[in-house]
């Protein structure tokens, strides 16, 4: 069984002390790539190093929008600098979130850093990882309206693979009709632990009305733990709990859940090549 880990934040302090182990564990169970995105100049910096040191590592870098004290034009340089690197594969994590941030002078921040790094994403010719999160934890509201909007009319002007490709709306946490907009603007759609829980029934609802060839599956390590282990610090090793799931979801095997989103990874991420 060949999985791919496409969200998990190995560069977090949380491994500080095993990271070597937890990277080792999952490659020994299965996981043939994990990508960690960026956070902001020192994050991404750091997952290129991971990435640099470990033949299954990839990197993703940018400004998460809750990080965005950090979003000077000189970290944003260096941020573009790292990109050069042959195993940076996307531009992420960027995106809205009005979970945390609730002044309209900081949200209007988050959209213009998502839209200037969305034109350079395009520049380079690369994916986005998105990140989408509503006030209050809602399931629709100016967050999705948002998002959609800006990336509406960045797909518009994209060419080529980018277009046809452009990224996934990671841990996606909205309504059918916001996954469905998504869709049809190429984006794929990331799933994580949450779809594992108890009261997650309508989540689940909404993944079976996701064609499988446009799902791709991720930890959020070290977040989101799934059922069963959702006491526990989450890690990439457990992303087949996601994948069970999933298979359960949309009646299929285990080893065809991590074959089909493999594949979606691999023809989102081109790092197959
Ligand atoms: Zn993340």
């Known amino acids: 069984m060949q999985l791919t880990d496409t969200h998990c934040h190995l560069d977090y302090h949380k491994f500080n002390s095993d990271r070597a182990e937890v990277i080792q564990r999952a490659v020994d169970s299965g996981l043939i790539r994990l990508l960690v995105p960026g956070l902001q100049h020192r994050s991404s910096q750091d997952a290129v190093l991971l990435a640099e040191s ?47 941030v609730k002044e309209n ?86 799933i994580t632990g949450p779809v594992t829980y108890k009261n997650a029934e309508k989540k689940r609802e909404i ?19 799934p059922i069963p282990v959702r006491e526990k610090r989450n890690e990439p090793y457990f992303i087949r709990h996601i994948a069970d799931k999933i298979a359960e979801i949309h009646s299929k095997s285990p080893a065809e859940i991590a074959q089909i989103t493999t594949a979606n990874a691999e023809r989102l991420f081109a790092w197959g090549d």
């Open 207 to 225: 993944v079976k009305q996701l064609p499988l060839d446009m799902i791709l599956i991720e930890t959020d390590s070290p977040f989101l733990s």
């Open 54 to 100: 470990n033949p299954s590592v990839y990197a993703a870098v940018g400004f998460h929008p809750t990080d965005l004290e950090e979003f000077s034009e000189n970290n944003f340089k260096e941020v573009k600098e790292l990109a050069k690197h042959a195993k940076v594969v996307a531009v992420g994590e960027i995106g809205i979130d009005y979970y945390w």
């Open 105 to 190: 002078e900081k949200r209007a921040l988050q959209r213009e850093a998502l839209k200037q790094q969305l034109q350079f994403a395009k520049e380079i010719n690369k994916p986005v990882i998105l990140h989408m999160r509503e006030e209050n934890d809602a399931w629709f509201g100016e967050a999705s309206v948002d998002l959609l909007r800006i990336l509406e009319e960045w797909q518009s002007g994209l060419q080529g693979a980018l277009a046809e490709k452009p990224g996934v709306l990671h841990s996606f946490n909205g309504t059918l009709e916001t996954a469905q907009k998504a869709l049809a603007l190429n984006f794929y759609i990331g």
